[in-house]
């Protein structure tokens, strides 16, 4: 291993997330003893100092649109960044650079933050680093969980997604085809008329542990996709006209264990395919107990092992883009 400096080096990144309903500000630590390896993978010594998170919550039974999101992170990122400095008992002084969510998520608040980032970023006369969402999830994952070299399945309400690390990129096995599995779970819990807090994915989940009676629901997978829309109307459709049939508690129970039966396929299918012995969860959905405990179960028959976060880390936060933004800052990379 070669390096670039053999003196000790630090990186303290500040991260600013907010590409949809959760504004997260977080500051983490990078710490090379060695100095920054230029041949090997980074793997540095990761301090958190600071993950803190505010989340906007429209009324139950109903979503949440872009204008009215990005007006809420516009009135709570400032108060959401003194409360993380204080946190990280650290000014602005000391910070090597400002990571920012740069997307995949919705425009307006994506734009709102990006706003602040650069506005900060001149203020303060430091280094500006954009992070793809998704390579947040995975870096922050990776970095709690210890995961070596796993399929990543990244489940949330913008995405779903079976990937696996190649060649120095991430690159997707498989994916949905329509909407995403949070996408399908919010839109049913609007259905029922269920609180958005914290959750509503979170929310089914509860529900779905007191459902005893499984219906047969659409199973759409494609290879090495899957679909959720069809699924989503079948579903809606027993909700509405059947209700005296169907009590939510099974339907919950019915979807969650016909959707997460279709991710496990996916993932495992990815895992013989790479000949892969783990499987790593991100995402918000990725919080679910019972998707962990259907991977698991799958991971165990092929003497794997499935790797998690809690809800500190799954759900959307600012430190999973400074995890990332400091990585890429360490290999020169910055947003122009």
């Known amino acids: 291993m070669t390096t670039a400096n053999s003196k000790p080096k630090t990186i303290i990144a500040l991260g600013l997330e907010g590409s949809a309903n959760k504004l997260g500000v977080g500051i983490v630590k990078h710490v090379y003893p060695a100095g920054i390896p230029t041949d090997t993978e980074l793997q540095p010594e990761m301090i958190e100092l600071a993950n803190v998170r505010d989340t906007y919550n429209p009324p139950a039974g109903e979503g949440f649109l872009p204008r009215d999101v990005a007006a809420h992170h516009r009135a709570t990122i400032i108060e959401l960044l003194n409360q993380a400095l204080a946190d990280a008992k650290i000014t602005h002084q000391e910070l090597d650079c400002i990571c920012y969510t740069k997307g995949p998520g ?176 991100v995402g918000g959905v990725g919080c679910n107990v019972r998707l962990q405990e259907m991977m698991g179960q799958m991971a165990i028959e092929r003497n794997g092992k499935v790797f998690a976060t809690d809800m500190r880390y799954c759900i959307d936060n600012g430190i999973m883009i400074a995890q990332a933004g400091a990585l890429a800052f360490a290999r020169g990379f910055t947003t122009p």
């Open 106 to 281: 919705m425009g307006a608040p994506l734009q709102a933050v990006a706003l602040v980032a650069r506005t900060l970023s001149q203020l303060w006369d430091l280094p500006l680093v954009g992070v793809n969402h998704c390579v947040g999830h995975i870096e922050m994952g990776r970095a709690i969980t210890g995961a070596d070299n796993p399929i990543v399945l990244y489940v949330s309400g913008g995405n779903t997604q079976v990937i696996a690390y190649s060649q120095q990129t991430y690159r997707i096995f498989g994916e949905t085809l329509d909407i995403a599995i949070g996408n399908c779970l919010d839109r049913f819990a609007r259905v029922l008329k269920l609180p958005n807090d914290p959750s509503p994915g979170y929310n089914i989940e509860q529900y779905a542990k007191r459902g005893s009676k499984y219906i047969e629901l659409p199973y759409t997978v494609k290879g090495m996709d899957v679909s959720f829309s069809g699924i989503l109307s079948f579903i809606e459709q027993l909700a509405k006209t059947k209700a005296d049939q169907y009590t939510p508690e099974d339907l919950c129970y019915s979807l969650q264990e016909t959707m997460f039966a279709m991710l496990v396929e996916i993932t495992e299918r990815a895992m013989a395919h790479i000949g892969s012995t783990e499987v790593l969860v």
